[in-house]
C-alpha cells in the first residue's frame, strides 16, 4: 500500500535554530499538508498546499514556517527559528482529491526543542 | 470557532463487547466525517469515513452519522486487545480544506 514517507522520524535541535522536516507525499496525490500534535493534545492542522501554493494556513503557522515543494517529490516543512513551544510531533499527509475523502498520514517527525 | 468534541475516556470493555465512541462537531456546513485510530507516539490511521446519514459498515466497524444533531458515532464489534488505541473523530467541510480534529477517546480492550 502506497505510503507518506517522512524524515526524519526525531530530531532534537538547539532553540533558535533552523528545522527542516522533510516528507515524500504519495506519488499521485496532489494536496499535501502539515499537522502537528504537542504531546497529549489534538492533532491541529498548519497548512494545506495545492498546486505550488499554499492553499490554507492556520494562526500556528506564522512567519516562523514555510513550506516548500522543491521538486516532484518532496515537500518540505521549514522552521526558521525554533522555540521550546515547537515541540510536537509534525505529520505530513496527502490526499489524491482533497480534505473530503480524508488524507493518508506518513508517520511522523518528533521534534524536540532544547 | 469549529469544534470536534469526544469524551477523552478511558473506555474500557472486555474482549469481545461492543466498544461505542462518539463525537459531536459544531460546523452545521460540515461534509465528510472520519475516524482515525491512532496507537500511542504514532500517526493517525484512517480506518472509517462518512458522508450522509446513516449507519456505514466495514468489517467489525460501523460509522454512524446523523447530521442534525450533529453527532457521529463509531461502533467496533467483537472488540480485541489490539483495538485498544486513541480514536479520532474528525471533521472536514464547508469551504476549507483541512481536518479538524478531536482530541480523541482512549479505547483499552481488556482479555
Known sequence: ?114 | QKEVEQNSGPLSVPEGAIASLNCTYSDRGSQSFFWYRQYSGKSPELIMSIYSNGDKEDGRFTAQLNKASQYVSLLIRDSQPSDSATYLCAVSGGNTDKLIFGTGTRLQVFP
Not at chain 1, 21 to 34: A, D, E, T
Not at chain 1, 40 to 50: A, I, R, T
Not at chain 1, 85 to 104: H, I, L, P, V
Open chain 1, 1 to 114: 500500500e502506497p505510503e507518506v514517507t517522512q524524515t526524519p522520524s526525531h530530531q532534537v535541535t538547539q532553540m533558535g535554530q533552523e528545522v527542516i522536516l522533510r516528507c515524500v507525499p504519495i506519488s499521485n496525490h496532489l494536496y499535501f499538508y502539515w499537522y502537528r500534535q504537542i504531546l497529549g493534545q489534538k492533532v491541529e492542522f498548519l497548512v494545506s498546499f495545492y498546486n505550488n501554493e499554499i492553499s490554507e494556513k492556520s494562526e500556528i503557522f506564522d512567519d516562523q514556517f514555510s513550506v516548500e515543494r522543491p521538486d516532484g517529490s518532496n515537500f518540505t516543512l521549514k522552521i526558521r527559528s525554533t522555540k521550546l513551544e515547537d515541540s510536537a510531533m509534525y505529520f505530513c499527509a496527502s490526499s489524491g482529491q482533497g480534505a473530503y475523502y480524508g488524507y493518508t498520514f506518513g508517520s511522523g517527525t518528533r521534534l524536540t526543542v532544547v
